[in-house]
Nanobody, 119 residues
Framework: QVQLVESGGGLVQPGGSLRLSCAAS????????MGWYRQAPGKQRERVAT???????NYAGSVKGRFTISRDNAKNTVYLQMNSLKPEDTAVYYC?????????????WGRGTLVTVSS
């Protein structure tokens, strides 16, 4: 069984910064793409940023230039550095990974971490 555990959420003022981390654990052969998604109250979950094992990165237009995704393959960990935060960035942020395991190729989600941007 593979688990993703997020950390780093919290309350921050507009214009502030937060860094999210997500560590994968369990029976893992390797991890392909990893990413961050978010879901604001009353809205659908949306993609924020993704990064492949080879380092190819994609950002949602709303966060481009403000957020930076990175990963440490040796630690099976993905990060999201969020700068210049806005109230509209308030959401539960979920980690996502596509993982090669003994049971096959699986999509795994974390439980989420709440980010609140408010003065």
């Amino acid at each position: 069984q593979v688990q993703l555990v997020e950390s780093g959420g919290g309350l921050v003022q507009p214009g502030g910064s937060l860094r999210l981390s997500c560590a994968a654990s369990g029976k893992i052969f390797s991890i392909n793409a990893m990413g961050w998604y978010r879901q604001a109250p009353g809205k659908q979950r949306e993609r924020v940023a993704t990064i492949t094992s080879g380092g190819t990165i994609n950002y949602a237009g709303s966060v481009k230039g403000r957020f930076t995704i990175s990963r440490d393959n040796a630690k099976n960990t993905v990060y999201l550095q969020m700068n210049s935060l806005k109230p509209e960035d308030t959401a539960v942020y979920y980690c996502n990974a596509w993982v090669f395991t003994p049971e096959g190729y699986l999509e795994v989600w974390g439980r989420g971490t709440l980010v609140t941007v408010s003065s």
